[in-house]
């Protein structure tokens, strides 16, 4: 049935097809349209922005780049602490740093199965008070070297030290009540 309205339709459009035969040449100017546009479309703007493109993306990957660090660097200031402050508080931010290092050093020689948990907990007390000497440090930054802020600095400080110094205490109790009861076991 199709090949049958297929047939038909020719048949309607067969006195309207051109069947007259192209003058001589004409398939040679045919051609060289055709190569006339092929040539104007190589040396379209489009077609050199092509080479550019590699290189845009590249500075555009830099700028990028770039950008992000310049960023980055902005979000994290450099910290102060009391060094930074004056030539006096950066010896007592030493004089602090290394009592507490000997005190740790101390600490850790009196490690024993009976000290074991003193020392644990006050590892954990001094982890907390370092943190929150972490977050002095950004308020001194922020708030320009105030006072408030480097005295609770200080304060820190000799928290630490107190706690060494409390647990050292607490080691020598339980060394001279060890001492005692083995004293008593043996009379």
């Given at each position: 049935m199709k090949k049958d309205n297929i047939d038909q339709l020719f048949e309607k459009l067969?006195?309207?097809?051109?069947?007259d035969t192209p003058n001589s040449g004409h398939q040679n100017r045919f051609l060289?349209?055709?190569?006339?546009?092929?040539?104007?479309?190589?040396?379209?703007?489009?077609?050199?922005?092509?080479?550019w493109k590699p290189i845009l993306a590249v500075a555009a990957s830099i700028v990028l780049c770039f950008s992000i660090f310049t960023f980055m660097q902005e979000q994290?200031?450099?910290?102060?602490?009391?060094?930074?402050?004056?030539?006096?508080l950066s010896?007592?931010?030493?004089?602090?740093?290394?009592a507490i290092q000997n005190e740790l050093e101390t600490l850790e020689t009196e490690?024993?199965?009976?000290?074991?948990?003193?020392?644990?907990?006050?590892?954990k007390q001094l982890n907390v008070l370092e943190k929150d000497y972490e977050k002095l440090k950004k308020d001194l930054t922020?708030?320009?070297?105030?006072?408030?802020?480097?005295?609770?600095?200080?304060?820190?400080?000799q928290n630490r030290i107190d706690v060494l110094e409390h647990v050292l205490q607490n080691i020598e109790e339980v060394k001279q009540f060890k001492s005692n009861a083995s004293n008593q076991n043996t009379l």
């Open positions: 067969d006195t309207k097809f051109d069947v060289e349209k055709l190569k006339q546009q092929h040539r104007t479309d190589d040396t379209s703007p489009q077609q050199k922005s092509n080479y994290e200031p450099d910290l102060k602490d009391l060094a930074s402050v004056s030539p006096e010896k007592t931010q030493d004089f602090f740093t290394l490690r024993s199965p009976e000290t074991e948990e003193l020392i644990d907990d006050a590892l922020e708030s320009g070297d105030d006072k408030r802020v480097v005295y609770a600095m200080i304060s820190n400080f």
